[in-house]
Antibody, heavy 122, light 111 residues
Framework: EVQLLESTGGLVQPGGSLRLSCAAS????????MSWVRQAPGKGLEWVSA????????YHADSVKGRFTVSRDNSKNTLYLQMDSLRADDTAVYYC???????????????WGRGTTVTVSS | QSALTQPASVSGSPGQSITISCSGT?????????VSWYQQHPGKAPKLIIY???HRPSGVSNRFSGSKSGNTASLTISGLQAEDEAYYFC???????????FGTGTKVTVL
């Protein structure tokens, strides 16, 4: 079964750091571009980061540029999101998602994790 | 990059058809055939229901269809069913930011 499983999020103080991971199974992880998408409470979806199959190039939304870093370890079938200098408006459910087509960029995402909640508060 | 514009809510009775619009610009919706639609039930992850403007993934009901005219994409749900009550988000590739942009979201209510 094709599956994505995010690590447990948590409560972080403003200015703090957290690393999320997303374990992939059931498909050839190294062939797919991957993304992180977040959803603040009661709000819409926001594309946070994206990463090509080989690990470069990567892209980040302006709202997280310079604070978040997306990476992957294809030998471990795992996607990561390092989040530094966290702010209250980073509070959201974070989803990892897979590009629909292998060896292509992320124009749509057909497999999603269940999401993990990150709360930034003192 | 501003979000694509969708109506906040759309409603219809069972069996009816409804259409959700997604308005963008020539830099995104109007310039590329990379519009997708996602269905999201409360507390659940989004589900891809349309990609590349009008294509349905395997397993998605043919009651869902997509189209595009100019800078506006549309999702039509025909034969509305109770299970279609959910939020719907469009997304598009955009030349102005990577990897793309989502719409503001539409709540569909089945009366």
């Amino acid at each position: 079964e094709v599956q994505l499983l995010e690590s447990t999020g948590g409560l972080v103080q403003p200015g703090g750091s957290l690393r999320l991971s997303c374990a992939a199974s059931g498909f050839t992880f190294s062939s797919y571009a991957m993304s992180w998408v977040r959803q603040a409470p009661g709000k819409g979806l926001e594309w946070v980061s994206a990463l090509s199959p080989g690990g470069s190039p990567s892209y980040h939304a302006d709202s997280v540029k310079g604070r978040f870093t997306v990476s992957r370890d294809n030998s471990k079938n795992t996607l990561y999101l390092q989040m530094d200098s966290l702010r209250a408006d980073d509070t959201a459910v974070y989803y990892c998602a897979r590009a629909r087509e292998s060896h292509a960029w992320i124009y749509s995402m057909d497999v999603w994790g269940r999401g993990t909640t990150v709360t930034v508060s003192s | 990059q501003s979000a694509l514009t969708q109506p906040a809510s759309v409603s219809g009775s069972p069996g009816q058809s409804i259409t959700i619009s997604c308005s963008g610009t020539t830099s995104d919706v109007g310039g590329y055939n990379y519009v997708s639609w996602y269905q999201q039930h409360p507390g659940k992850a989004p589900k891809l229901i349309i990609y590349d403007v009008s294509h349905r993934p395997s397993g998605v009901s043919n009651r869902f269809s997509g189209s595009k005219s100019g800078n506006t994409a549309s999702l039509t749900i025909s034969g509305l069913q109770a299970e279609d009550e959910a939020y719907y988000f469009c997304s598009s590739f955009t030349i102005t930011s990577n990897p793309g942009v989502f719409g503001t979201g539409t709540k569909v209510t089945v009366l």
